[in-house]
């Protein structure tokens, strides 16, 4: 018998989500040197991670042969010190994909729909596709989430709706008003999925969690992945109301998060002046793209984001050459912007590696 006979038939039709490239793959297709090649295509962070989270995960490293602390006590009671909530507002996953997961799990059924902006994380499609609802994607306008016309797309079958700010991979943002009036105004079935993996990149911060405090069906998900640079260690989380926390805690896994990544991430959430660096430095790498990409005449969105959208004209083509060139970059034809790549923000080098190699690929093909 055909195995795939014997699978459940959502999981054929299921799409795949395409992960950039890791250099250590390109490097063997191009026959390069991996330490010739530059990864702008994950939105990693290029400074990498605090040296304080680096020694802690190295320190947990002496206890693996023990099964981490499941209910990742001491990282939630750090975490809502934090944000001054409680811990058991707080629910920890691995990676916040995973929470995506596990919003998935308890709130979707086949037939309910989960709203979303197009162009916006892929995953969100994904998870509603894998749980048999219906997938609902609002246009955009002016690459921002259109919060009119996704408030006005809600039904009785929504049950997620999900906002992406600033957004992946647009870069845009929508304002803490227009988002505090879109969550005051949806109705009591749906829950608001508030994805800010990219909030500390923001030069003024918004207060979501006044949200949670209002006690309304409200999720803030944040992530260790972007401005701490602990993508490789698997670590987010999600700030709600103690029964929504409740229902996700319910559907994880007993040990989800391990115990390297939980003391990484408590250590890497003490190192404020990283993360204020990292923000810094990443306005300037923004600056720098920006200038380089208008001296090339390539238009760019502006972004809030540790990456920028660039209209290069046929974006798989040039994906394709600054990869060989060994410059990993995102095509982003599967968004529907076929002319359009993302990259993401570099060290100043890095940068500037990009901008050489791309004006090298557009004049090839203009020629
Ligand atoms: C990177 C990213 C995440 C976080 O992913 P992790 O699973 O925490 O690594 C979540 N949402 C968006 C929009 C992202 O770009």
Redesign the pocket.
């Known amino acids: 018998m055909n195995i795939e006979e014997l699978a459940n038939p959502s999981v054929l039709t299921q799409p795949v989500y395409e992960p950039g490239k890791p250099i250590e793959d390109v490097a063997r297709e191009l026959g390069l040197d991996p330490e010739g090649i530059v990864k702008l295509a994950?939105?990693e962070n290029p400074f990498g991670a605090s040296p304080l989270a680096v020694k802690a995960a190295k320190k947990a490293l002496k206890g693996v042969a023990l099964y981490p602390d499941g209910g990742c006590v001491r990282l939630r009671a750090k975490l809502g010190a934090f944000h001054g909530v409680e811990p058991r507002q707080v629910v920890v996953?691995?990676?916040?994909?995973?929470l995506?997961e596990l919003l998935g799990h308890v709130f979707l059924r086949p037939g309910d729909e989960a709203l979303m902006s197009e162009c916006?994380?892929a995953?969100y499609k994904l998870v509603a596709l894998l749980f048999g609802a219906r997938p609902v994607e609002v246009p955009m306008v002016n690459f921002t989430h259109d919060l009119a016309a996704m408030a006005a797309a809600v039904t009785e079958r929504t049950r997620l709706v999900f906002v992406?700010t600033p957004?992946?991979p647009t870069g845009t943002f929508n304002t803490e008003e227009e988002v505090l009036a879109f969550a005051r105004g949806l109705p009591g079935h749906v829950v608001l999925v508030l994805?800010e993996?990219?909030g500390e990149f923001l030069e003024k911060r918004p207060d979501f969690l006044q949200l949670v405090r209002e006690g309304r069906n409200v999720i803030c998900?944040k992530?260790?992945?972007?401005i701490h640079g602990l993508?490789g260690l698997?670590?987010?989380y999600g700030i709600a109301g103690a029964g929504l926390a409740g229902l996700l805690n319910r559907v994880r896994q007993p040990f989800n998060v391990n115990a390297v990544a939980q003391a990484a991430a408590a250590a890497a959430l003490d190192d404020r002046k990283f993360v204020e660096k990292c923000a810094r430095k990443n306005r300037r790498g923004l600056a720098q793209l920006r200038r380089g990409f208008r001296k090339l005449k390539v238009e760019s969105v502006p972004s809030a984001g540790n990456f920028i959208l660039a209209k290069v004209g046929d974006g798989a083509r040039v994906f394709a050459e600054l990869q060989g060139r060994g410059v990993i970059v995102r095509p982003m034809g599967g968004y529907k912007l076929p002319e359009w790549v993302r990259v993401t923000v570099g060290t100043p080098s890095q940068n500037k590696r990009l901008l050489r190699e791309l004006e090298a690929v557009l004049s090839g093909m203009a020629g």
């Open positions: 994950s939105n996953g691995a990676g916040s994909n995973e995506l916006s994380f995953v992406c957004n992946n994805d993996a990219y998900l992530t260790f992945s972007k993508a698997r670590v987010g």
